[in-house]
Nanobody, 115 residues
Framework: QVQLVESGGGLVQPGGSLRLSCAAS????????MGWYRQAPGKQRELVAT????????NYADSVKGRFTISRDNAKSTVYLQMSSLKSEDTAVYYC????????WGQGTQVTVSS
C-alpha cells in the first residue's frame, strides 16, 4: 500500500522560504519519477515540479521556475521542494505523487503566504 506523507508547510511572509518534504513508502522509490502538486482554494490541483527517478532531470511550471527547487534522497525515500521568494499566489495545499498522479493522495501540507 502506497503511503505519501507531506510535511513542512506553514505560514510565511511574502518573500520568505519554506522547505517541504514528502516521505514515501510502499513503492520502489528509486524507480519512480516524482512530482509536487498544489491546490489553491477553488482551483484545480496543478503540477508544479517533477524530478526523474535518479534526480538528474527536473521540470517546473512557469509560475514557480527560478523560485522552487525539487530534489530527492532515494536512500530516505523522500522528495523535497525548496520554495523561496514566496508570493501570496503560492498559497495552497501542497502534495507529492508520481509524475502522473497514479497513487492515492496524502493529506498534503498547507502553505500560506501572507503578511
Amino acid at each position: 500500500q502506497v503511503q505519501l506523507v507531506e510535511s513542512g508547510g506553514g505560514l510565511v511572509q511574502p518573500g520568505g522560504s519554506l522547505r517541504l518534504s514528502c516521505a514515501a513508502s510502499g513503492i520502489i522509490f528509486n524507480l519512480a519519477g516524482m512530482g509536487w502538486y498544489r491546490q489553491a482554494p477553488g482551483k484545480q490541483r496543478e503540477l508544479v515540479a517533477t524530478i526523474s527517478s535518479g534526480g538528474g532531470t527536473t521540470n517546473y511550471a512557469d509560475s514557480v521556475k527560478g523560485r522552487f527547487t525539487i530534489s530527492r534522497d532515494n536512500a530516505k525515500s523522500t522528495v523535497y521542494l525548496q520554495m523561496s521568494s514566496l508570493k501570496s499566489e503560492d498559497t495552497a495545499v501542497y502534495y507529492c505523487n508520481s509524475v502522473v498522479g497514479r497513487w492515492s493522495w496524502g493529506q498534503g501540507t498547507q502553505v500560506t503566504v501572507s503578511s
